[in-house]
């Protein structure tokens, strides 16, 4: 059967969201497999956010945000920085894969970053299959 | 401006920069440095005795660096305050201490050696950005030789030439006073090269059409060459121009130009500048000689569009000029509640479209202030007394300064028109105790429900 990935993405309102956006009006076409949550800030999201995603059966969890220093908020990005950091070694430990989680800087001008991103990190999800804790695809 | 700064209710403050902004829409503190100018500006009459007697010439920046202005000066005759500044790079005074020419000759008693810079901090509800833009410095690409050649001029440079008030008094000439008899026009310099910029700064090809018509007005049997790639006369009677000028008997050859050169391979080359082409309506190489050639330069974000931005919290395009905050249905506005953008800071454009940005933009900011009140963002952070520990986590988390700690309760406290929404405190409160308004966990979780079935 074909794997077809399903990655769960943190997108920031002000860049990353709004990079979606310009990909969209200008008619970037990019896979259906990153599903895009809106959120206010790339700080917003927390471990338990990316935990619950993984435990809902996500093959990978994209955040993004603002570049360090063009954070809407100044500094929100370095906190959703560090936290990902933190959190990489755990999902390494309990058989999840660090790999399966990654952040990206993408502002609101980069609209073709979006498909690009998308591309690659749906292909090296594709490459790892699915995720252990995702029971649609093992078939227990 | 003359009829701004009569205004009483505007207050213009002339050679001032903005060094910092604190506060939100409604309520912005902004910090203003008053640059010394050494004239009182309540005592100087605008006679202009000082400029005459003063002793020590620079290069005239107004005039694109080809005439002279004295160490103290008004930038340009119309310039509003009427009042002029001296140069401290230039001035003996400021140099080797003595002088003061323009202090003994200026009835008014203006001059004041002492002035010091001055900050004034001003409360204003919103602010609106026209920082403009630079204009491209041909000397970065070496075939077309400017800099190199004397007789290779920028558009700005060519403007000022042709100006009755300018360092010509209005005559076109080559660097040895002579007229020229033939003039090459070359189109997209720094424009529409992936080199350089690949946009289109917009009013090159219409400012190098009204050129030709000057030069055929001042020089009637000059031969006349536009080089471009193609001519984009977009605007409203701007096509009828463009069929004048061609009427006007203007040599139009669709190429951008390769080279500028004074290598003369033929007689009728010799001592002039030649320019390399390839004519792609003819499909044949070329080479004009002509005695002066104007490169019609295009427009660039300030070099200092970087810092003006990070002070604003305005964001950036791929090609460095300020983001609108939706580029078709909303062109003035930008990420920053209360902070607008108007004119070339957001894009090049020309005059009218420059006129309609900056009314729209002054409209969007009479609309707030005639409501009287600013409707903030719904979605800020509150804190669940019941439930906050009082760890104090998220105090130092708050990049406003909005959470404060009710030492009384032992909780922390959100400042409602301070919170912008932004959320790092939601996910980083142990507890849980903070709820992001229309962005709560239990949402966020349900979505993420949603988005995997
Ligand atoms: S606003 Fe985009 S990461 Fe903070």
């Known amino acids: 059967m074909n794997f077809e990935p399903k990655i769960v993405g943190f997108f920031c309102n002000w860049c990353s969201y709004a990079g979606a956006d310009l990909a969209g009006t200008s008619r970037k076409k990019y896979a259906p497999n990153v599903r895009i949550i809106r959120v206010m800030c790339s700080g917003r999201v927390n471990e338990s956010l990316i935990l619950k995603a993984f435990a809902a059966g996500a093959d990978g969890v994209l955040v993004c945000g603002c570049h360090p220093g063009d954070c809407h908020y100044l500094k929100g990005n370095l906190s959703a920085r560090r936290r990902v950091a933190g959190l990489k070694p755990l999902l390494e430990a309990v058989g999840i894969g660090n790999d399966r989680l990654r952040l990206e800087w993408i502002s609101a001008s980069e609209g073709p970053k979006v498909p690009e991103t998308v591309k690659s990190f749906t292909s090296e999800i594709k490459q790892l299959g699915p995720s252990p804790l995702n029971g649609r695809h093992n078939g227990s | ?72 000066y008004t930038p340009f005759p119309q310039a509003v305050p009427n009042v002029p500044v001296i140069d401290r790079d230039v001035c003996a005074y400021f140099l080797k201490g003595k002088c003061q020419a323009c202090e003994k000759f200026c009835e008014a008693n203006a001059i004041d050696f002492e002035q010091t810079e001055k900050f004034v901090e001003v409360d204003v509800g919103s602010i609106i950005i026209t920082t403009g833009f630079d204009s491209f410095d041909p000397s970065v690409i070496a075939p077309y030789g400017y800099g190199r050649y004397d007789n290779v001029y920028s558009g700005l440079q060519f403007e000022r030439m042709s100006n009755a008030s300018g360092p010509t008094d209005g005559k076109l000439q080559l660097k040895d006073g002579s007229q020229p008899k033939s003039v090459a026009i070359l189109h997209c310099v720094g424009s529409r090269d992936i080199n350089y910029h690949e946009y289109c700064s917009r009013v090159c090809c219409m400012y190098s059409l009204k050129f030709s018509h000057i030069i055929g007005e001042k020089i009637p049997d000059a031969e006349i060459y536009q080089l471009y790639i193609d001519l984009r006369c977009f605007g409203k009677g701007y096509e009828e121009f463009y069929n004048r000028i061609q009427e006007e008997g203007v040599n139009f050859v669709r190429g951008r130009a390769a080279e500028v050169t004074d290598l003369a391979e033929t007689a009728d080359e010799e001592g002039k500048l030649i320019v390399l082409c390839e004519d792609t309506l003819i499909g044949r190489q070329r080479r004009i000689p002509v005695d002066m050639v104007v490169l019609s330069t295009g427009l660039e974000p300030r070099a200092d569009a970087g810092e003006t931005a990070k002070m604003f919290s305005l964001s950036r395009s791929a090609d460095g000029f300020f983001l609108e905050k939706h580029p078709k249905l909303d062109p003035v506005a930008t990420m920053t509640d209360g902070v607008f953008i108007a004119g070339c800071c957001q894009g090049p454009k020309d005059i009218p479209d420059t006129v309609a940005q900056a009314s729209a933009a002054a409209a969007r900011v009479l609309s707030m202030i005639s409501k009287g009140k600013v409707e903030i963002e719904a979605a800020i952070s509150v804190v669940d007394e019941e439930i906050c520990s009082g760890c104090k986590t998220c105090l130092d988390l708050c990049p406003y300064g909005a959470i404060t700690f009710d030492e009384e309760k032992s909780v922390a406290f959100i400042n409602e028109a301070l919170c912008k929404g932004c959320g790092t405190c939601v996910a980083a409160c142990p507890s849980g105790a903070i709820i992001g308004k229309h962005f709560t966990t239990e949402q966020i979780l349900a979505q993420i429900e949603g988005v995997l079935v």
């Open chain 2, 1 to 72: 401006m003359a009829s701004v700064r009569s205004d009483e209710n505007i207050e213009l403050m002339t050679y001032s920069e903005v060094v910092d902004v604190s506060g939100y829409v409604g309520n912005f503190k902004v910090k203003i440095r008053k640059n010394p100018r050494y004239v009182d500006e309540d005592k100087c009459t605008g006679c202009g005795v000082c400029q005459e007697k003063c002793p020590f010439k620079a290069d005239n920046e107004f005039d694109a660096g080809m005439g002279q202005r004295k160490a103290i």
